[in-house]
């Protein structure tokens, strides 16, 4: 019986599966025949994430055979790392891209210089700008005369021979990398020959000037792009890296690490809290990730550090707050060096400096004040803790006389240089040995 069943659910499968086929193969093609542009916002730093996210957009699109990628770009600049690997990928793409500078107000420096021009199609804004991609190191510190010269130099090869190689002007481009020039859109398009394209106000104008235009790829091919009635699809960061290009921020990292160092020291004040170290050695690792990515002076992290651990032996080591006084100047002058980059994007902001300064100041001042207070409060233990301990007594006290007194819980043989009756209210002056002396309170 179950091998009949079996037979028959095989046949059935086999008779549905032949229909299937036989559907599919009778059924019209159905195809969008509008275009697909693929369109994505890149408003941040270039650095490994927003490469990861540009890149991967390119491979989406050449997956999903799409007409155009369009990257509307605002940037400050960013690694010239990433900027290379972002590059490389839009030399070998299938689907032809576009960098969009804009909107109005925007601007391209530095990397984004660099992406511009090394574009299929570059396009630019009414009131953007491009340019200033003179290269300074990863840790912002200075670069001598002869290693700043090989740095310029290298960058500026780079910049011609992509401006060359899209038929731009090269000269400028050039120029853009060893005299950190700049220029407005109409001076991009009026340069002969032009480092753009062209001028648009917005993607619809922007695709409605690219239709029937036909595009020089990187390899010397040329293909005709047709955009009327494109079908526009955006392409939005995942949860991921939102989170990894909001941390990847100075300011962001400079709290993280602040936090971070806290919460460890909270933790060494208070074994077995817990919360403060997870949360501490979290923050710290995002701040690593962060720090990977920005212009550090290390010196400067490394007196951040240096103040921290300064407010971290106050706790155990008694200086009069010379430490936090250290510790704070160590905290100020590593935050104001911390990021050295001519970039404004790429620097500490005095309004998140300033606040962070002024809390571990704030903590480290009620620390003192409760280890001086400490200090000053009396002994409750011990001999120095019978000091002035109130007692009553037991019998009658004499200079020559002693007797027996009830204090601190305790009943103790008494002596007094006056006479102390029975019952009377006494309080311990000095302990000796087994013997403690009193007076009259």
């Not at 009949?4 to 969008?32: K, N, Y």
């Not at 989406?60 to 400050?76: Q, S, Y």
């Not at 000091?387 to 204090?407: C, K, M, N, Q």
Request: proline residues 5%; aromatic residues 6%; charged residues 15%.
């Amino acid at each position: 019986m179950k091998t009949t069943l079996v037979r028959i659910a095989g046949l059935m499968f086999s008779i549905g599966a032949a229909l299937t086929a036989a559907a599919w193969q009778d059924a019209p093609e159905v195809r969008d025949a509008a275009p697909l542009v693929y369109v994505a916002d890149v408003d941040s730093i270039i650095h490994p994430v927003s490469a990861e996210y540009m890149i991967g957009t390119m491979d989406f699109a050449d997956r999903n055979r799409a007409t155009l990628v369009v990257f509307t770009l605002r940037t400050p600049g960013g690694l010239v790392d990433s900027t290379r690997n972002i590059v490389s990928h839009m030399i070998v793409a299938k689907t032809p891209v576009a960098v969009f500078v804009a909107p109005a107000g925007a601007r391209a420096a530095s990397a984004g210089f660099l992406l511009t021009i090394a574009a299929d199609i570059s396009a630019m804004a009414p009131g953007t700008h491009i340019g200033a991609a003179h290269p300074v190191t990863g840790t912002g510190e200075k670069m001598d005369e002869t290693t700043a010269r090989k740095a310029a130099e290298d960058v500026a090869a780079y910049a011609r021979t992509l401006a060359s190689r899209r038929h731009r002007n090269a000269t400028l481009a050039a120029s853009a990398v060893m005299e950190s020039r700049a220029f407005t859109e109409q001076e991009a398009l009026d340069a002969s020959p032009p480092l753009i394209d062209l001028v648009a106000g917005d993607i619809p104008e922007l695709l409605k000037k690219l239709d029937g235009r036909t595009v020089s790829r990187f390899d010397g091919s040329t293909i005709a792009l047709s955009t009327h009635g494109a079908r526009l699809v955006p392409v939005t960061m995942s949860l991921r890296q939102r989170v990894l290009s909001a941390i990847a921020h100075p300011n962001v990292a400079y709290l993280l690490l602040s936090l971070g160092t806290l919460g460890l020291t909270i933790e060494l004040w208070s074994p077995g809290a817990v919360l403060p170290g997870v949360a501490g050695g979290l923050c710290l690792l995002l701040a690593f990730f962060a720090l990977q990515v920005l212009p550090v002076n290390f010196a400067g992290l490394l007196l951040i550090l240096f103040g921290l651990l300064l407010f971290a032996l106050e706790i155990k080591v008694t200086s009069y707050g010379l430490l936090t006084a250290g510790g704070l100047a160590s905290l100020v002058f590593g935050s104001m060096i911390l990021m050295d980059s001519p970039i404004p994007e790429l620097r500490l902001s005095l309004r998140v400096v300033l606040p962070v300064v002024l809390g571990f100041a704030g903590i480290a001042v009620f620390l003192v004040r409760l280890g001086v207070a400490s200090q000053q409060r009396p002994a409750v233990t011990g001999v120095a803790g019978m000091i002035g301990e109130v007692g009553r007594a037991l019998t009658d006290i004499g200079p020559v006389s002693p007797g027996r007194v009830a204090t601190h819980g305790e009943i103790w043989e008494a002596t007094s240089e006056e006479p102390i009756a029975v019952g009377a209210r006494v309080r311990v002056t000095r302990v000796d040995g087994l013997q403690v002396a009193v007076r009259k309170d």
